[in-house]
């Protein structure tokens, strides 16, 4: 499935840091980017969280929060969050039901090796749970500013 911009973002319930649980309707009032990333604690995904970190208090400023989503446990998201001084929210899809609903669990192929993983992916929703931009096949260098840019638009 792929995300089309202007339609109502689907809908997710998640586990959360911090002992939270991250909804689509617990988010409506606010502005979210939801970043969806292959794994904790590897060079790009690591890159676009300290990016997405350098950026926060612009992101809060534009009324947006930033929500990371992998398949990765609550446990390794605290190592991870811990290791590089993250505050922002990090949410578990071990099922990969979110990951599917938003299109970016994929077939992807290394070394000839096929298998299922997280297509980078980032999604802007507005305040009313709107799709308002959808970047696919992210390329860490530049993305982060790129999406604050758009954030701060509408």
Known sequence: MSLSIGTRAP???LPATDGREISLNGLKGRKAVLYFYPKDDTSGCTLEAQNFQA???EFMASDTEIIGISPDTLKSHDKFR???GLDFTLA???ATAMLQAYGVWVE???YGRKY?????TTVLID???I???VWSKVKVPGHVEEVLAVARSI
């Open 11 to 13: 809908d997710f319930s």
């Open 55 to 57: 950026l926060k208090a």
């Open 82 to 84: 811990d290791k590089y």
């Open 92 to 94: 578990s899809d071990e």
């Open 108 to 110: 992807k192929s290394m």
């Open 116 to 120: 299922m993983g997280v297509e980078r």
């Open 127 to 129: 305040r009313d749970g």
């Open 131 to 133: 799709i308002a931009q």
